[in-house]
């Protein structure tokens, strides 16, 4: 079963910051917290990953909280093709096995709105 | 990061026929996965395909049904054996780069079987 809960649907105004919240609560030391996005019939797109400090790249910011249970991702400008359902993962790092793959849950439907 | 192709991109089948879809990363990548995605579901892995070893299949998924064959660090193949409807699903080759940290999915493959 998946580790975390989302909401399952969000809406955003287009130009407008995107912020999708992800509990964690179980996390445990050695597990990373993940984001994926997938866009309608297409494979997921890796967004970012974090242990415990706050990461940002060209794509999204990750806010961990101190007691790592909770993280949010945010899109500093939504834009219509950011509608996707992203989804919020927690996974040891490491190679292969099934401790360290991706275990996805429902995500969160993100709609983008002019 | 990885860039991986699928083919086909996507088929229409028989029940009762097979399937194989091949999957080619452009770098030599340790980890290679499959997994399956049913309508309006999310993704469930299937198997780790293994480079000189058999496939290590999740709980609900065999062989004789999910054949996998990995013949070197760039390219799996994935069949789906004697189909049905059921197996109707977008089947996702994945792999991980950047020493196990970050997996990365190709575009799918987009089965239905009548």
């Known amino acids: 079963d998946a580790k975390t809960t989302q909401p399952t649907s969000m809406d955003c105004a287009e130009g407008r910051a995107a912020n999708l919240p992800c509990n964690h609560s179980?996390?445990?030391?050695?597990?990373?917290v993940y984001w994926y996005r997938q866009i309608h019939s297409q494979g997921p797109q890796y967004i970012i990953h974090?242990?415990?400090n706050n990461e940002t790249n060209e794509m999204a910011s990750l806010i961990i909280t101190e007691d790592r249970k909770s993280s949010t991702l945010i899109l500093p400008h939504a834009t219509l093709r950011d509608t996707a359902v992203y989804y919020c993962?927690?996974?040891?790092?490491?190679?292969?096995?099934?401790?360290?793959?991706?275990?996805f849950g429902k995500g969160t439907k993100l709609s983008v709105k002019p | 990061s990885a860039v991986i192709s699928q083919k086909p991109s996507r088929d229409i089948c028989q029940r009762g026929t097979s399937l194989t879809i091949q999957c080619q990363v452009d770098?030599?990548?340790?980890?290679m996965f499959w997994y399956r995605q049913q309508p309006g579901q999310s993704l469930t892995l299937i198997a780790t395909?293994?480079?000189?070893?058999?496939?290590?299949?999740e709980s609900g998924f065999v062989i004789d049904k999910f054949p996998i064959s990995r013949p070197n660090l760039t390219f799996s193949t994935l069949t789906v054996s004697n189909m049905s409807p059921e197996d109707s699903s977008i089947y996702l080759c994945?792999?991980?780069?950047?020493?196990?940290?970050?997996?990365?999915f190709g575009p799918g493959t987009r089965l239905l079987v009548l």
């Open positions: 974090g242990l415990k």
């Open positions: 994945s792999v991980t780069s950047g020493g196990g940290e970050t997996q990365y």
């Open positions: 770098s030599q990548v340790t980890m």
């Open positions: 395909a293994n480079q000189g070893s058999e496939a290590t299949y």
């Open positions: 179980t996390i445990s030391g050695n597990e990373y």
């Open positions: 993962i927690v996974r040891v790092r490491g190679y292969g096995g099934s401790q360290g793959n991706l275990i």
